[in-house]
Nanobody
Framework: QVQLVESGGGLVEPGGSLRLSCEFSGFQWDYYAINWFRQVPGKEREGIACLSDEDESEYYVDSMKGRFSVSRGKDKNTVYLQMNNLKFEDAGTYYC??????????????????????????????WGKGILVTVSS
């Protein structure tokens, strides 16, 4: 059964750091890119970060570039979102999601890259339930 579970959210002061985790199961880690989305009430769910299936490409939304980073755990089924120098406007509900790659006839491999990011929510195949991040002094 497919499952993605976010953890590590909570309350942090401006300028502080937080690390979110996305632990997933039920699909092959090297066939899917992991994307992070942020949503606040009344706004569209926004793709803010991406890590390709084999960690060859990354994406960060401009407002978070240089402050946020994604990485994969040793077990390959955990992806982290490290958030540094947090700002009030970073608050919201964060979701991790999996995008299935396509079969490439040139090399016979499945590729799920981040080179065309940001990706829209409809491009994701699986979703976590989300986790709240609050930035407050």
């Amino acid at each position: 059964q497919v499952q993605l579970v976010e953890s590590g959210g909570g309350l942090v002061e401006p300028g502080g750091s937080l690390r979110l985790s996305c632990e997933f199961s039920g699909f092959q880690w090297d066939y899917y890119a992991i994307n992070w989305f942020r949503q606040v009430p009344g706004k569209e769910r926004e793709g803010i970060a991406c890590l390709s299936d084999e960690d060859e490409s990354e994406y960060y939304v401009d407002s978070m570039k240089g402050r946020f980073s994604v990485s994969r755990g040793k077990d390959k089924n955990t992806v982290y979102l490290q958030m540094n120098n947090l700002k009030f406007e970073d608050a919201g509900t964060y979701y991790c999601a999996a995008r299935l790659g396509g079969y490439d006839t040139r090399d016979g491999l499945v590729h799920a890259a981040c080179n065309s990011a940001p990706y829209t929510p409809d491009m994701m195949k699986y979703w976590g339930k989300g986790i709240l991040v609050t930035v407050s002094s």
